[in-house]
């Protein structure tokens, strides 16, 4: 399995702002999946963000968007006009040829009003 | 659409009893995986059910098993409780093996308290 290194155990930010959550990761293979969840206080969690390996183009979803540097194997996280509803807790995860989704530690973002 | 539904949502058991908890995947998913979420651990896969059969399989004691019927939906249970048990037991669907796609879609949990 691979190892996902979320470094930013908590991040806050000013409503309308722009915030970056981190993430490395560890791996041998040429092709993988990436992603980012995000996990509202008592509520489920949901992908936000999905990025194949092998695309040189970064993904985009709305307001979230990714930096991925396949080199330096990081995969972060921009959420741009933070909205209050962002507040929740954000992990990062890699899919292996193993078939396992493997989990970042996560990263707790605030939103302030 | 109804989403994945875990139960029960919160549960106390002593040490040493087992616990049964339930997930029902989104209609037509056919792949359950079930997670374990602590503070100090973070998320952990536990195993993942495809069409009734063990696909994959994490680095969890024997205590720890699950089955899935054949209308997709899967249990987990967990023999001889012990206090490191006490955790978010997440439940994820998705429309085929999980470790495809990626693209999961989660319950709200089985909060489990072992005292």
């Known amino acids: 399995a691979q190892t996902v290194t979320q470094s930013q155990p908590e991040m806050s930010v000013q409503e309308a702002e722009t915030v970056t959550l981190s993430c490395t990761y560890d791996t041998s293979e040429s092709n993988y999946y990436l992603f980012w969840y995000k996990q509202p206080p008592s509520r489920q969690m949901i992908l936000v963000i999905r990025q194949e390996a092998y695309k040189q183009q970064n993904a985009t979803e709305n307001r979230f968007s990714v930096n991925f540097q396949k080199a330096a194997k990081s995969f972060s996280l921009k959420i741009s006009d933070s909205q209050l509803g962002d507040t929740a807790m954000y992990f990062c995860?890699?899919?292996?040829?193993?078939?396992?989704?493997?989990f970042g530690a996560g990263t707790t973002v605030t939103v302030r009003a | 659409k109804a989403g994945v539904t875990q139960t029960p949502r919160y549960l106390i058991k002593t040490r040493g009893q087992q616990v049964t908890l339930s997930c029902s995947p989104i209609s037509g998913h056919r792949s359950v995986s079930w997670y374990q979420q602590t503070p100090g651990q973070g998320l952990q896969f536990l195993f993942e059910y495809f069409s009734e059969t063990q696909r994959n399989k994490g680095n969890f004691p024997g205590r720890f098993s699950g089955r899935q019927f054949s209308n997709s939906r899967s249990e987990m249970n967990v023999s001889t409780l012990e206090l490191g048990d006490s955790a978010l037991y997440l439940c994820?669907?998705?429309?085929?093996?999980?470790?495809?796609?990626?693209?999961?879609?989660f319950g709200e949990g089985s909060r489990l308290t072992v005292l």
């Open positions: 994820a669907s998705s429309l085929g093996l999980a470790g495809v796609s990626g693209e999961l879609f």
């Open positions: 995860a890699s899919l292996s040829n193993d078939y396992k989704l493997s």
